[in-house]
């Protein structure tokens, strides 16, 4: 289990906190790019417990600066978008995706005092069907190397759903497998599907290896007397994690969870799928569509579960089908935020537990003065070896060199 202190780094992430501190040298995603098209009113969003507000100027470029004017505390999500800025609409205050004032139409003619006016503002960027902004100090680091933001648009697909807890209670369910056979199963499932096969060998073996990005799970689940299923997935620094597309065969590629804090008790998970060769329409692989998905369960409903559908064998949980939902109700069931000093840790959280100690590592090396693991400055930043597989082998295999072979070729820079 954590300490109360660690409990403390691990979840609190407002300005000035040393978890804030270290996911503030990181590019987050503040939005799906649908969300803000060309011509799109002004986008009010809440990062990192910062309230801000999203918009594009008249070339198109993303801008992300403070909710309020600096003159009188208006709201500028409801400004005007106009003369290369986001104008407020109480005094007519003008400012540009960078947060200096351009204009102050109430001031003497001459007057220079907008000059001396500067909004808070992040540097934002479009990449890989998402907008990413970098809310760290000085100059941004280079854009993040992953293969998942820089296919073809065609090639993959970006939503975002709202979790009511905090961040690591839905960062670390991703590198948990052994919820998948129970959560998510239901009848519904395909025989070649991660969950059934987590279903049918329920005691999976996880073995955790640290990389310089982050954590590498080799998982092994013995699903029947002479076959293994094994898989390579992986929690990566500071708040994502990759894994399987346990759903979609023949994918050339991996999903992603993101998750981004809206403040302590609030954060988006952006949910991410790419294929390397073909069009995710090609593999009939969308899983819900680009843009924000609804939630139709709540604690305030119950999350409609089904007790019936239990009953009858239909599902594991009565939750219906949607895994996002399913995985909200446990980790939003654990509280706003999940007290760490109280649980008791089992040997299949060996994944939670060692990731918890990569964080807590990117953080102290922040407060010593140092870039945490994969930012680059000035010089384009190594492609980290993510490599996601899943199959059946033999049991007579040895699954771990099997796993290994694959990994390789990525570390020396050959092809797999």
């Not at 599907?193 to 073995?207: A, F, L, R, W």
């Not at 007790?307 to 109700?329: H, P, V």
């Not at 590592?361 to 870039?371: I, P």
Request: aromatic letters at 8%; charged letters at 25%.
């Amino acid at each position: 289990m954590a300490t109360r202190e660690e409990n403390e780094v691990l979840t609190r992430t407002g300005p000035g906190t040393p978890g804030g501190e270290l996911l503030r040298r990181y590019w987050q995603p503040v939005a799906i790019a649908e969300e803000l098209p060309e011509d799109s009113p002004p986008l009010p969003v809440r990062i990192l417990g910062e309230d801000l507000v999203l918009f594009r100027d008249d070339e198109g470029r993303p801008g992300l600066i403070g909710l309020h004017c600096a003159h009188r505390g208006a709201d500028l999500s409801y400004g005007r978008l106009e003369d290369g800025g986001l104008r407020c609409i109480y005094h007519g205050w003008l400012y540009d995706v960078g947060g200096r004032c351009l204009e102050q139409p109430g001031e003497p003619a001459g007057s220079t005092f907008h000059e001396r006016i500067r909004q808070t503002a992040y540097p934002c960027v479009d990449m890989g069907g998402l907008i990413l902004t970098y809310m760290g100090p000085g100059e941004p680091p280079e854009l993040p190397p992953f293969e998942f933001l820089r296919v073809p648009a065609e090639q993959r697909m970006a939503n975002k759903s709202i979790r009511y807890c905090n961040f690591q209670q839905g960062n670390e369910g991703n590198i948990d497998p052994q919820h998948l056979g129970l959560l998510h199963w239901s009848t519904s499932m395909g025989p070649r599907s991660s969950v059934n096969y987590h279903q049918k060998g329920p005691k999976c073996t996880i073995e955790v290896e640290d990389t310089d990005f982050g954590v590498r799970l080799y998982t092994m689940v013995p699903f029947s007397r002479d076959r293994n299923y094994v898989k390579l997935t992986y929690f990566i620094l500071p708040n994502l994690s990759a894994f399987e597309g346990s759903n979609v065969d023949g994918l050339d590629g991996y999903g992603v969870n993101w998750h981004v804090p809206i403040d302590d008790e609030h954060h988006w998970v952006y949910t991410l799928l790419f294929d390397r060769s073909s069009t995710l329409d090609s593999l009939n692989a969308r899983r819900g569509s680009n843009g924000v998905n609804p939630r139709e369960r709540t604690r305030e409903n119950h999350f409609l579960q089904d007790r019936e559908s239990m009953k009858r064998g239909d599902t594991w949980a009565g939750l219906g089908a949607n895994f996002g939902e399913q995985d909200a109700c446990t980790i939003e069931g654990a509280g706003a935020i999940q007290d760490r000093t109280q649980e008791h840790p089992a040997t299949t959280d060996r994944a939670i537990l060692a990731a918890r100690q990569q964080y807590l590592r990117a953080v102290r090396a922040v407060q010593e003065g140092q870039d945490p693991p994969m930012i680059s400055r000035g010089t384009p930043p190594a492609s980290p070896s993510i490599v996601v597989t899943r199959e059946e082998i033999p049991a007579s295999d040895d699954w771990r060199a099997h796993l290994r072979s694959k990994i390789e070729p990525s570390l020396t820079g050959a092809t797999a």
